[in-house]
Nanobody, 123 residues
Framework: QVQLVESGGGLVQAGGSLRLSCVASGLNFRINDMGWFRQAPGKKREFVAAINFSGRDTYYADSVKGRFTISRDSAKSTLYLQMSSLQAEDPADYHC????????????????WGQGTKVTVSS
């Protein structure tokens, strides 16, 4: 059974930083591309960032480019999202997702999803 478990969310002041983690089990983490998505109340789910299976390629939404960094540690089967300069438009439930290797885009479908971790930004 595949499980993706996110953690690291919380309340942070505008301009602050958070690091999200996603621990994967039940799949071969080393051969899966991984992604982060977010969904704010009343809004559609939005692509945030993706990383390929080797960690050599990354892809970001324009809204987070330069502020967020996606990375992975295959030895720990863990995906990370380092978020800096958090802004008023960043609060949401953040979900990690896994899929078979392919081209990194914002619209590629993912097969496995985590339950999410909530990020709140105070002004």
């Amino acid at each position: 059974q595949v499980q993706l478990v996110e953690s690291g969310g919380g309340l942070v002041q505008a301009g602050g930083s958070l690091r999200l983690s996603c621990v994967a089990s039940g799949l071969n983490f080393r051969i899966n591309d991984m992604g982060w998505f977010r969904q704010a109340p009343g809004k559609k789910r939005e692509f945030v960032a993706a990383i390929n299976f080797s960690g050599r390629d990354t892809y970001y939404a324009d809204s987070v480019k330069g502020r967020f960094t996606i990375s992975r540690d295959s030895a720990k089967s863990t995906l990370y999202l380092q978020m800096s300069s958090l802004q008023a438009e960043d609060p949401a439930d953040y979900h990690c997702a896994a899929r078979s290797p392919g081209v990194l885009t914002a619209t590629t479908r993912y097969g496995y999803w985590g339950q999410g971790t909530k990020v709140t930004v105070s002004s």
